[in-house]
């Protein structure tokens, strides 16, 4: 029973041009959702987080949608670079548990080529 | 730095032998976690700690044991009775709810 899926396997975006990544979730008790970024053979990096009281939340080039009634969110860069190539996960996390466990999404392989 | 640090990096094994992977944070957090990876596959939980000497089995336990027995420190030990162990495991921690786990740079474990 996949929770959180992320349907793009891969993603090839012009240096400079928008990146615009998915995830779609079924469990409607979740509440906390995150974006990571993660390169070959390293831990996951944290990027963007959003509550579900929420539906944007910004921080420099990296901007998270949330859309609950769809049970979607979206990871938005602008612009694009090289050094963002990499796996992207989604996660969430339920509302209720005292603690971060999270479900992760299968993840996204950004290119961003020069 | 305050960090997680995961050792070895990688780590080769005989089918049937147990092997305990190391997890030391120096963050101060209470809660600590164990994921695995897959190719191809989203992270999934085996174990986690909300406090000391306290955890909870994650989705995948079977075949896996850890300890609690420091807040610093959550290793996690794979043992002969765990079907597919080769895989990239990783350890993380945070500090509270919605809050951002942190992870280490993982360990590469290879059963042969």
């Known amino acids: 029973d996949q929770q959180v899926k992320q349907n793009s396997p891969s993603l090839s975006v012009q240096e400079g041009r928008i990146s615009i990544l998915n995830c779609d979730y079924t469990?409607?008790?979740?509440?906390?959702f995150l974006w990571y970024k993660k390169y070959p053979a390293e831990g996951p990096t944290f990027l963007i987080s959003i509550s579900s009281i929420k539906d944007k939340n910004e921080d420099g080039r990296f901007t998270v949608f949330l859309n609950k009634s769809a049970k979607h969110l979206s990871l938005h860069i602008v612009p694009s670079q090289p050094g963002d190539s990499a796996v992207y996960f989604c996660?969430?996390?339920?509302?209720?548990?005292?603690?971060?466990?999270?479900?992760f999404g299968q993840g996204t392989i950004l290119t961003v080529h020069p | 730095d305050g960090g997680i640090t995961q050792s070895p990096k990688y780590l080769f094994r005989k089918e049937g032998q147990n092997v305990t992977l190391s997890c030391e944070q120096n963050?101060?957090?209470?809660?600590m976690y164990w994921y695995r990876q897959d190719p191809g596959q989203g992270l999934r939980l085996i174990y986690y700690?909300?406090?000391?000497?306290?955890?909870q089995k994650g989705d995948i336990a079977e075949g896996y044991s850890v300890s609690r027995e420091k807040k610093e420190s959550f290793p996690l030990t794979v043992t002969s009775a765990q079907k597919n162990p080769t895989a990239f495991y990783l350890c993380?921690?945070?500090?509270?709810?919605?809050?951002?786990?942190?992870f280490g740079n993982g360990t590469r474990l290879t059963v042969t």
């Open positions: 700690s909300q406090i000391v000497n306290d955890f």
């Open positions: 993380a921690s945070s500090i509270r709810r919605n809050s951002p786990l942190h």
């Open positions: 996660a969430a996390q339920r509302g209720g548990t005292s603690y971060g466990k999270l479900t």
């Open positions: 469990n409607s008790m979740f509440d906390y």
């Open positions: 963050l101060n957090h209470d809660a």
